[in-house]
Each structure stands twice: as structure tokens, then as C-alpha cells.
């Protein structure tokens, strides 16, 4: 799994068959139990393969090339019936396995992996225990003339007196 992120509420997605590119947003709705990058645990859930049916935010791509209607094609509705590509060494507690980055979806009206991720959903999200955890010879790389000692809030304050 190195190098690739876990999919969250919120990624993004997009069908290869629809006719003007368009996107959206996936919903997680089979647990409320297991948030990545999500310190108070409100956002961020863990997509799973058990992410079926109508799980996107609008259930739409716009109109879909796979419904032709004369000249002009059928609204899209997205009807999810399976995942592939999923982390298989971790069972959540919905049986469903994570999905990756590169996890894709297919549709009933599409064909298999007709449906891809663009965005994983994840944002980085710090928190006092990664400030905690800060080398302070690192923090000094990425914010030269800082000094986080002199900082009162307990948050920000780190013992980084060895570069002093």
C-alpha cells in the first residue's frame, strides 16, 4: 500500500462516460465509526467497498454516453455494484475493505472500473500531538526564524532549545 492514501468522505469522482467531464463527491453511509486525518472525527470517514448504490452526493455525471436518447443521451444516475482495488489487509467493522486512491467503481449502466477517483478527500490536519512530535531541527527548516519556545500556548510551545 506504499504511497497510496485511503479514501474518505469527500473524495472526488468522475465517470470515463460521461459526456461533458463532470464530477462528484463520494458519501460515505455504512459506518460512523472510523475517520483518517479527522481529529474530531465529523468529516473524514473511511470509504469502504460496501459504498453501493446511489452514494455520491448528487448521483450524477451529467448524461451518460451508455443511454443514448436519439440525439442526445439519458441523465447520468449513479447506481455503484462494486469496487475494485481495495486494501485487503483491513477489515472495518461494516466487513467492508478500504478503498485507495487508485480504487475504481463500477456502475450498473457502465462497465467495470468505468468510474475513477480524482481526489482522495484526505487534508493534512495538524494537531498538538504532531507539534509534540516535531523534531525541532525540522521545524527550524520549514520555519526559519521561529522560535517555539518563546510561544505561551501550551499548543505551540515545543522544547527546541538545541538550535539555540
Known amino acids: 500500500m506504499s504511497e497510496k492514501h485511503y479514501v474518505v468522505q469527500g473524495a472526488v469522482c468522475q465517470c470515463k462516460y460521461s459526456v461533458a467531464p463532470q464530477t462528484d463527491i463520494l458519501q460515505v453511509?455504512?459506518?460512523?465509526?472510523?475517520y483518517a486525518n479527522d481529529n474530531s472525527e465529523k468529516d473524514k470517514l473511511i470509504a469502504t467497498d460496501k459504498e453501493i448504490g446511489q452514494t455520491m452526493?448528487?448521483?450524477?455525471?451529467s448524461k451518460c454516453k451508455k443511454q443514448p436518447r436519439g440525439n442526445d443521451f439519458e441523465i447520468c444516475v449513479v447506481d455503484v455494484t462494486e469496487w475494485s482495488g481495495v486494501y485487503e489487509k483491513v477489515t472495518y467493522s461494516n466487513n467492508g475493505k478500504a478503498l485507495l486512491e487508485d480504487s475504481k467503481a463500477t456502475c450498473s449502466k457502465g462497465t467495470p472500473d468505468c468510474i475513477s477517483i480524482?481526489?482522495?478527500?484526505?487534508?493534512?490536519e495538524l494537531s498538538e500531538k504532531n507539534i509534540q512530535n516535531s523534531s525541532p531541527q525540522i521545524l527550524a527548516e520549514?520555519?526559519?526564524g521561529v522560535n517555539f519556545s518563546d510561544f505561551e500556548e501550551e499548543?505551540?510551545?515545543?522544547?527546541?532549545?538545541?538550535?539555540?
Not at 453511509?29 to 472510523?34: A, I, L, Y
Not at 499548543?155 to 539555540?164: D, G, H, P, R
Open 57 to 61: 452526493k448528487k448521483n450524477t455525471f
Open 118 to 124: 480524482i481526489n482522495h478527500g484526505q487534508t493534512v
Open 29 to 34: 453511509k455504512t459506518h460512523s465509526k472510523h
Open 155 to 164: 499548543a505551540l510551545l515545543i522544547n527546541n532549545t538545541q538550535n539555540e
Open 142 to 144: 520549514i520555519l526559519p
